[in-house]
C-alpha cells in the first residue's frame, strides 16, 4: 500500500518536452525517471476472458471456444498475473481443438438465406404407443392413436430459427380439436390446436414458434397427445413434416468471417497468391506485431501440404490458420527483448504498447487504429498514449474493465456463487442474484462512461435497479425487468456498501459475517489485510450454533475478542464489519437480529466513532488509502503482475496525481498507462532487486 506523498511534483505527462515558464521539468520519455526500476513481467498466456474477447475481434466469430477451457488460477486477486497463468497438456489440447473450430468457422460460406431443415413423416413413420395407430396416407401419416413423427436435423449455424410442423386435423370428436406438442431435443416447448380441415390439400396448417439455437444436431419432434377413439370415428391429426427453418437473424454476407477474411478469389488470382494475401493480412493481427516474410513462407509451406493432396484452397488456408492460432504468438503476449540477458530498463515499442493498452482497457488484441498509431511512433510518447486510452475508453469494448476490473476487484463474479440458505433466505431467488450482479456492473460502468469522481462509489445516493431489486431494497415506483437509474434517498443504500450483491457475497449462507465483511473492506478497499491469526488459534465460525437465545452475533464477537490474543486482528475487522449489520444475509435492511436490536455502531484503531453504513462510508471516502489502495489494485491488474518496492515512487506519483484530479477514474486509467512501469520492462532479473 502506498500513500500519496504531499506537496510531489508531478511530471506533466502530456508536455514532454516540458514547460520552463510553467516550472514544469525537462523531461526524456525514452528512459525510466530517475533511472528507476520498472520492473519485469514474464510472458503471459492471454486468460479465458482474453481469448474469447481476442477471436471476436480478430475473425468476427460468435464462438467462445474459452469458454471450456481449464479454469484461471488468481494471483494478487485477479486472472489476468502472468506469473499464475500456467500451461498445461490440457491446455495444448483444448487450444488445438478451440484453433480447429474457429478455422472451420472462419471459413464457412455465408448462409444468404433461411434453409428448411425438415424431417418428412414419410421418411421415418410415427413413434407411435400402438402399431397400429397411425396409417401411411401417401404424403403424411396420420396418427389417430397418439404418438410422434421425430427426427434428427443438423443445424448449420448458431442463431434464430422458426421450429414448425405441417399438419392437418381428421374430424373432431366432442368438439375438442386435435392438440400438437412440439419438441425440441425431448423438451416441450409449445402445443397447438390443429383445426385446418383434412377435407382438402390446400387446407393444412403450419404452426411454430421462434427459437436460439446452437450449431450442431438437434432433435426434432410433433406429438399428438389428446387421441379420442369414439366408436367408428375417431380424433385424427395428419402430420406432414416437422422441422427448422434459419437461420432468421444470419449475418449479411459481408458481414461473415470468411467475407471478412478471404478477400480474393482464388479461381481468379491463383490459389497460392489469394492464400498470401490473405494471409500477410491476417498474421499480423494475429500476432499482433509486423510478421516477416519467412514467418509467412512457413505457413505456406503447410497449406501446400493441402495442394499437394488436390484438397483446395479452403484445406490449404485452414492448416495455415490452425497453424497462426496455435502457435505461441497467438497463445501469449510476448515482449521479445533485443538482449534477454540484460537487466538494464528498455522502452516498449509501439507495438509491445499497443497491445499492453489494449489489454489492459478491452482485454482484446489492437484495433486498425492502435496498429497505426504503433506504426507512425505516437505510442513512444505519453501524449499519444493519452489520447489512445481517451478514444480507447470511450469505445464500447471498454465494458472489459468493468467486467474484468471491477467484476473481481469488487467480487462481482462472485454473486454467481452465492447459495444464501433457502430455509434461512426464502426471498432469495435467480431473478434476485442476476439482478444483484446487474445492478454493480452498471454501477461500476458509470466510473468508466461518467469519469465520475471515485468518491462516489462509497456515497452515491442513486443505483440501478429492476423490479425484482426495487422490491428488495423497498424502492417504489419501479415495474418490469429493464433497469432504471433511481435515487436511494431514504431507503438506506449508499455506494458500493449499500449493494445486496456484495452484502450477499460477504455473507455466510445462514448469516451475516462481521468478519468477511470487515476482512475485505481492509483487503480489497484499504489495501490494509490484517495480520494472519497467530499459530494454533482457531477460527471463528460465525453460525447459528455460536449464537445463543437473546444473542447477537455482536455479542458473540465481543466476547473473542476479549481474548487479547484475537484482538490484535478484530480489533481492525470487527468495527467496520458492524458497520453493516443493518443488513442480512442478502443484503435486506433489518433493524432486529435474533429479536434483538441491531447495533451498528463501531470505532476505528484511531478513536473515530460512527453508526451504520452511511457514516462509515463517509469516513473512508475521506480516507486516502481507499483512493491509494484503488490505484494500487488497478496498477496491478494493468500489469499483469503484482507490485513491488520498486514500484513504490511510481505509486505515489499517481496516487498524487489521481487526487488532484478529483479522483476521477479515467485520468487514473492514463496516469498508469504512461507511467515508467506500463512504458518500459526489465529484460532479466539478473542483478536486479526482485520481490521474493
Aim: negative net charge; hydrophobic residues 40%; contains cysteine.
Amino acid at each position: 500500500m502506498f500513500m500519496a506523498a504531499a506537496g510531489l511534483a508531478i511530471v506533466a505527462t502530456g508536455c514532454p518536452d516540458g514547460d520552463p515558464m510553467a516550472g514544469t521539468p525537462v523531461v526524456d520519455p525514452t528512459v525510466p525517471k530517475d533511472g528507476r526500476d520498472p520492473g519485469r513481467v514474464v510472458a503471459r498466456r492471454l486468460n479465458r476472458a482474453e481469448y474469447n474477447n481476442t477471436v471476436r475481434d480478430l475473425l468476427g466469430t460468435r464462438l467462445r471456444p474459452a469458454d471450456d477451457f481449464p479454469a484461471d488460477d488468481l494471483g494478487y486477486g485477479f486472472d489476468n498475473i502472468a506469473a499464475v497463468l500456467s500451461m498445461s497438456p490440457l491446455h495444448l489440447e483444448t487450444y488445438e481443438r478451440a484453433a480447429t473450430q474457429l478455422a472451420q468457422d472462419a471459413l464457412r460460406h455465408p448462409i444468404t438465406e433461411p434453409v428448411g431443415l425438415r424431417v418428412e413423416a414419410e421418411q421415418v413413420g410415427p413413434q407411435a404407443e400402438e402399431p397400429l395407430g397411425s396409417a401411411y396416407r401417401g404424403i403424411a401419416w396420420d396418427v389417430y392413436y397418439g404418438g410422434a413423427i421425430e427426427g434428427a436435423v443438423q443445424v448449420p449455424y448458431e442463431g434464430l430459427y422458426r421450429f414448425e410442423v405441417r399438419a392437418f386435423a381428421g374430424p373432431t370428436v366432442q368438439g375438442e380439436a386435435p392438440q400438437l406438442v412440439l419438441e425440441l431435443d425431448g423438451e416441450a416447448m409449445a402445443s397447438f390446436d390443429i383445426v385446418a380441415s383434412s377435407e382438402s390439400s390446400e387446407s393444412d396448417q403450419t404452426v411454430g414458434l421462434d427459437v436460439v439455437l446452437p450449431e450442431g444436431e438437434h432433435t426434432v419432434a410433433a406429438r399428438f397427445v389428446n387421441p379420442l377413439q369414439d366408436g367408428l370415428t375417431a380424433r385424427r391429426v395428419v402430420i406432414d413434416w416437422v422441422g427448422l427453418r434459419g437461420p432468421m437473424d444470419a449475418p449479411a454476407a459481408q458481414d461473415w468471417p470468411r467475407t471478412q477474411l478471404v478477400t480474393c478469389d482464388p479461381a481468379t488470382v491463383g490459389v497460392e497468391a489469394c492464400t498470401r494475401e490473405v494471409l500477410e493480412a491476417f498474421v499480423p493481427r494475429a500476432w499482433r506485431r509486423p510478421v516477416g516474410g519467412a514467418e509467412l513462407d512457413r505457413l505456406m509451406d503447410l497449406a501446400k501440404v493441402a495442394w499437394d493432396e488436390d484438397l483446395g484452397f479452403d484445406a490449404g488456408l485452414d492448416l495455415a490458420l490452425r497453424a497462426v492460432l496455435t502457435a505461441p504468438q497467438f497463445v501469449f503476449k510476448l515482449e521479445q527483448d533485443p538482449a534477454p540477458t540484460s537487466s538494464e530498463p528498455r522502452m516498449l515499442n509501439g507495438w509491445e504498447m499497443a497491445v499492453r493498452l489494449s489489454y489492459f482497457i478491452w482485454s482484446s488484441l489492437p484495433d486498425e487504429e492502435l496498429r497505426r498509431a504503433a506504426a507512425d511512433g505516437e505510442l513512444d510518447a505519453p501524449a499519444g498514449i493519452e489520447a489512445q486510452v481517451a478514444r480507447m475508453l470511450d469505445d464500447p469494448r471498454s465494458s472489459a474493465l468493468v467486467d474484468q476490473f471491477f467484476g473481481q476487484w469488487l467480487y462481482i463474479r462472485d454473486i454467481a456463487n452465492a447459495f444464501p440458505d433457502r430455509g434461512a433466505f426464502p426471498d432469495f431467488d435467480e431473478p434476485l442474484r442476476a439482478a444483484m450482479a446487474q445492478e454493480m456492473l452498471l454501477f461500476a460502468e458509470t466510473f468508466v462512461r461518467e469519469d465520475r469522481s471515485f468518491g462516489d462509489m462509497l456515497t452515491a445516493k442513486e443505483t440501478f435497479v429492476n423490479e425484482r431489486l426495487a422490491q428488495h431494497y423497498g424502492i417504489t415506483g419501479v415495474a418490469g425487468e429493464d433497469f432504471q437509474r433511481v435515487s436511494t434517498e431514504g431507503v438506506e443504500r449508499r455506494g458500493l456498501l449499500g449493494q445486496a450483491g456484495l452484502l450477499t457475497v460477504l455473507s455466510t449462507p445462514f448469516r451475516t459475517s462481521v468478519v468477511r465483511r470487515g476482512k475485505w473492506l481492509l483487503e480489497q478497499l484499504m489495501c490494509a489485510p490484517p495480520p494472519p491469526p497467530p499459530p494454533g488459534v482457531e477460527g471463528l465460525v460465525e453460525n447459528e450454533e455460536s449464537i445463543g437465545e437473546g444473542q447477537t452475533l455482536r455479542d458473540v464477537l465481543e466476547q473473542h475478542r476479549a481474548d487479547p490474543v484475537c484482538a490484535g486482528c478484530h480489533v481492525l475487522m470487527d468495527p467496520l464489519g458492524f458497520g453493516l449489520e443493518n443488513y442480512d444475509g442478502i443484503g435486506a435492511w433489518r433493524t432486529e437480529d435474533n429479536g434483538v436490536p441491531v447495533d451498528a455502531g463501531g470505532e476505528l484503531v484511531d478513536g473515530t466513532a460512527f453508526v451504520g453504513a452511511e457514516a462509515m462510508a463517509e469516513i473512508l471516502a475521506q480516507d486516502e488509502r481507499f483512493y491509494a489502495c484503488t490505484a494500487e489494485k488497478l496498477f496491478i491488474y494493468a500489469l499483469g503482475r503484482g507490485d513491488q518496492p520498486s514500484d513504490e515512487p511510481i505509486l505515489e506519483e499517481i496516487a498524487a496525481a489521481f487526487e488532484q484530479s478529483d479522483y476521477r477514474f479515467r485520468t487514473l486509467v492514463a496516469l498508469i498507462a504512461t507511467s515508467d512501469a506500463f512504458r518500459f520492462r526489465r529484460p532479466s532479473d539478473v542483478g536486479a532487486e526482485v520481490t521474493p
